[in-house]
């Protein structure tokens, strides 16, 4: 079954510091995908980063970096000198084949982060 | 296109009534879903589509829900006899694929309140 844990409940940052949001996946299928959302203050989901299962390489866009580790089911995010603009809640998300076709994607609970000026 | 919509942004219904809520997808996205946040959560699957055809419902629904997405295009998500228990964020995304699985695109919600 899926399953996507945010252990993190709250984080709290001073701005300028590097911070590191985990996340563990559980699944059965060789074939899934992993994304990251952000949910800021002001509520809409933004779609972040999505990995497919073959692809561990780590990604870097600007000051964001992911590392998927398939052999500990993670996929942690790192937010590189942060700033009060990145106070929000991150959400980590599996997708899996469905035998009806399509995905269904879970998410988990969220870690909010707090970065203070 | 300026996204994925959903009408109305706010609802508040008495104990038992029935309220629908609406989602325009982005008009190339082929595949809509429905999630409902309550605070301090994640979102929570409740049902897709793929075109026209809903794929999945989530076991967690009850038969008080239901979901359309007539010819393809936007969906209607209906709750007959509220309970307070449906007080949440409904949210609405759509991504576009018929192969592999995609980022969403989310709406700005729906907020119910059930009295």
């Known amino acids: 079954a899926q399953k996507v844990t945010q252990a993190q409940t709250e984080i709290s940052v001073v701005e300028k510091e590097d911070v590191t949001l985990d996340c563990v996946y559980e699944t059965r299928d060789t074939t899934y995908y992993l994304f990251w959302y952000k949910q800021p203050p002001s509520g809409e989901l933004v779609f972040l980063i999505r990995?497919?299962?073959?692809?561990?390489q780590n990604e870097i866009s600007g000051r964001y970096s992911w590392n998927f580790q398939k052999s500990t089911s993670s996929f942690n995010f790192t937010i590189t000198a942060s700033q009060v603009v990145d106070s929000a809640v991150y959400f980590c998300a599996l997708s899996e084949a469905r035998g009806t076709g399509g995905f269904k994607t879970i998410f988990g609970a969220g870690t909010r982060l707090f970065v203070k000026a | 296109d300026t996204g994925v919509s959903q009408d109305p942004r706010h609802k508040i219904t008495k104990r038992g009534q029935n309220v629908t809520f609406r989602c325009d997808p982005i008009?190339?996205?082929?595949?809509l879903y429905w999630y409902r946040q309550t605070l301090g959560q994640g979102p929570e699957f409740l049902t897709y589509f793929q075109n026209e055809a809903q794929l999945e419902k989530s076991r967690l629904l009850s038969d008080r829900f239901s979901a359309e997405r007539p010819k393809g295009s936007f969906s209607t998500l209906e709750i007959q006899r509220t309970e307070q228990g449906d007080s949440a964020m409904y949210l609405c995304?759509?991504?576009?694929?018929?192969?592999?699985?995609?980022?969403?695109?989310f709406g700005s919600g729906t907020r119910l309140t059930v009295v």
């Open positions: 995304a759509s991504s576009p694929g018929l192969w592999g699985s995609y980022g969403y695109t």
């Open positions: 008009s190339e996205h082929n595949r």
């Open positions: 990995r497919n299962s073959f692809d561990e």
